[in-house]
């Protein structure tokens, strides 16, 4: 089963592509995630903090015509994502009318680290057609001022560790670790503690920059434009490394030259318990953006003076994501994390989403999207465990990250392989394409353009990201995301995270509330 599109029912049909099944709902029904934000701006509540510190808020009634009879206030407090109080406010709005509320915060004592949040629901009392009894239709969330440092992570007494160089391998090893980094593929390869091999096959940590396009990218030609990082993705050339000793550490370091002309720096500090802090730095680069003219296909599909004008490429190069990625095996597709949720959210798309522990799978992480493409990233991470249920691996951010954990690789969801493809495409079956010149075959046979073309892989790839762009400008056919949103490649970026191996519930707790700067 799949779903069709223009460009699916005759080399010369014109259409819009996938633009015709690219809304809010899949064909199925199946809401889109874009669809929380879309109920978040719409909503007929607004809430305001007036003084976090004193707990005092408005909360206005935007209706004209309503008044709140008919549905029920209630505030949340969280600690760390965790429910720790919540009350049913009384209160009664008029059309457009605004009330302040206090939520008494005296008890809320900050320790090790806590993050306190304050949650507004808005919640029917009775069901209307369609629509159930306690069905929530506003929300809102506040972080509170309230604060205390993490404790420091200080190792217990572990077998000292060895670091030997072979070859093009560095190994690091215990009693009961063993972490390889292979000069020669520029990756982690080996990484096991305690007897448990946490990648897969290999393939270990080792920097990522490209996305697989969404519907917006190729309406302003990303794809295009910013090949280099899928280039830099693909291909890194490590151009020193070294291994030093850090008091009972071990540092490995390893600088790779990319595509673009730019270093990018990755120090792996491992500690005698198994524990490996990354640090990472993006070094800038001054190269331009390739000068891009649309298809015209582009053209023709989405073709208005905005549009035209927007498509001309900028002197400032961007960058899709600034990130690494590795594989853990499939029996580790057990999520947790501290974040924004549930559902897949993007920084300009991560309103609707509220920060909180959430649990899911790699499995329930991916959204069929009509035309495979970017999917299941989730913003403002604290820490993500990936279990299979008794054991795992945690990943701690030094402040915040972005994660993606699918059954699936970053190219399965890509399906342009050269970079001067349409946007907009014809999907030639295999009898038109024998008619076709080689050149223009090469360049009409598509992989991996319906949800029947993605299946799931053997293995969990796990990308963590600094940061990934923003996924659309004010519109679908040229614009970009915005400058808050974007990435300049022209800025030094520096970053990191801690891979934590983990046993039980109980450590993950524990060890997600410890520093390992």
Known sequence: LF??????????????????????VN???????????????????????????????RITNRQYFSNTEKYTFRYIITENGNEIASEK?????????SKEVTIPLGKLQPKNGSEFFVNFEVALKEALPLIPAGYIVAIEQFKLPL?????????????????????????????????????????VTTYQVNGVNYFDKGFGVQPNFWRAP??????????????VWKESSKNFNVTDCKSYPEGNNIVVEATYLLAAGNLYTVKYKIYPSGIVKVDLQFHSTDMEETTVTASEATLTATFSPEASAARKASSTLNVPRIGVRFRLPVTMDKISYFGRGPGENYIDRA??????????????????YVRPQENGHRTDTRWVALTNGKGGLMIVADNTIGFNALRNRVEDFDSEETNNRPY??????????????????????RRQTHINDIVPQDFVEVSIDMKQQ????????????????????????????????????????????????
């Open 3 to 24: 779903y069709s599109y223009g460009g699916d029912y005759g080399v010369d049909t014109p259409s819009d592509g996938n633009f015709l099944c690219n809304g809010l």
């Open 424 to 445: 907009q495409w014809n999907n030639f079956s295999s009898e038109e394409i024998a008619s076709r010149s080689d050149e223009e075959a090469k360049n009409k046979l």
């Open 89 to 97: 406010l009384q209160l009664s709005l008029s059309p457009q009318e």
């Open 351 to 368: 309103s609707g989403s509220k920060v909180g522990q959430y649990k899911t799978t790699a499995e329930e992480n991916y959204f069929p």
């Open 214 to 227: 969404n519907d917006n990218d190729y309406g302003n030609g990303n794809p295009h434009r910013l090949q």
């Open 147 to 187: 604060s205390s440092p993490k404790q420091i992570y200080v190792a217990n007494n572990n077998p000292a560790l060895k670091v030997n160089q072979t070859g093009n391998k560095i190994r690091v090893t215990s009693s009961r670790l063993e972490f390889i980094f292979d000069k020669e593929s520029g990756m």
């Open 27 to 57: 064909p199925d029904r199946n809401p889109h995630p874009a669809l929380a934000e879309v109920k978040y701006v719409y909503q007929n509540f607004g809430f305001e903090a007036i003084d976090l510190s004193k707990g005092t808020f």
């Open 470 to 517: 923003g996924v659309a400008g004010y519109n679908s056919w040229g614009a970009r995301p915005l400058p808050e949103y974007s990435i300049p490649a022209n800025q030094d970026y520096q970053w990191g995270f801690t891979l934590v191996p983990v046993k039980s519930k109980a450590e993950i707790s524990e060890k997600s509330l410890l520093t390992y700067n």
